[in-house]
């Protein structure tokens, strides 16, 4: 599937995807603005155009933007190469939300209609910590 940022300035192309999974946790509602709607694009994805800038947030991973008009990119786990992208650059896409994440750091002032799975924190960390 085919993605851009919003001065199309980055071509962004991942692996046809349609499950998408919502992170509440303080670190991307801080860095959206929101909670992320957030697809799992695997290891082959490709930035065509600028290059994205990279922030490292966390040991593990670091959160890409677009130079020019800020549009956030990617979410990429550094263990295992492993991107997470912004639901957002797909727009041609037909998505389907599967699952809410760091559900106990949720604020107060929302709440999803979607019948969906949760996992807190500290669930994520079980199943999805490298195993190394
Ligand atoms: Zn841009
Ligand atoms: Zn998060």
């Known amino acids: 599937m085919q993605g851009r940022c919003l001065c199309g ?6 692996d046809e995807q349609q499950e998408v999974s919502l992170c509440h946790c303080a670190m991307c509602r801080r860095w959206s603005g929101g909670p992320m709607f957030a697809v799992h694009g695997g290891t ?11 922030y490292r947030s966390s040991e593990w991973a670091e959160r890409g933007f677009c130079p020019t008009c800020g549009t956030h990119l ?3 786990l550094l263990p295992t190469g492993e991107y997470i ?3 957002g650059l797909f727009q041609e ?16 002032f929302y709440a999803l209609k979607n ?14 910590a490298p195993k190394a």
């Open 9 to 14: 300035g980055i071509a962004v192309s991942s």
């Open 85 to 87: 992208l912004p639901a």
């Open 44 to 54: 082959g994805v490709t930035f065509k155009g600028l290059t994205p800038v990279a």
């Open 93 to 108: 896409q037909s998505f389907e939300l599967t699952c809410q994440i760091f559900i106990d750091e949720k604020p107060g």
């Open 115 to 128: 019948d969906t799975p949760t996992l807190t924190g500290q669930e994520v960390f079980e199943q999805f």
């Open 74 to 76: 990617f979410y990429h």
